[in-house]
């Protein structure tokens, strides 16, 4: 029995070390400017929007557009901007500093590049 507990105190430990670690793509958290770049000339290019980053989640930090979305521990970022009924999705990759990507909406598309503020 005593082989049996001390199984179960250290598979306890893992896991409560586990929940308590915070997520590594905490280190994409803060201020982001993102600009945005379209592939068509009919489209607007050029736009900066800026977003949040708290814990892995992405929130905007503009009453204009709504951003959401999620980063992933190696970089990988998903986001959803909205501004009335106009709605883009992105994806793409951040590191420490800066981070790249494509996006694409209803009648256009493009990149997006974001520098950490």
Not at 55 to 79: E, F
Not at 86 to 92: E, I
């Amino acid at each position: 029995m005593g082989h049996i507990c001390k199984a179960t105190l250290a598979a306890s430990l893992l896991a409560a070390l586990a929940i308590s670690t915070p997520s590594s793509a905490a280190t994409f958290d803060g201020d982001w400017n993102v600009q945005i770049n379209s592939s068509n000339a009919a489209c607007p290019s050029g736009t900066s929007v800026s977003i949040g980053i708290n814990n892995g989640q992405v929130a905007s930090n503009n009453a204009v557009v709504t951003a959401s979305g999620n980063v992933a521990a190696a970089g990988a970022i998903r986001v959803t901007l909205s501004s009335g009924i106009k709605r883009a999705v992105g994806s793409g990759t951040l590191n420490g500093t800066s981070g790249s990507g494509t996006w694409r909406a209803a009648l256009c598309s493009g990149t997006w590049t974001a520098q950490r503020n």
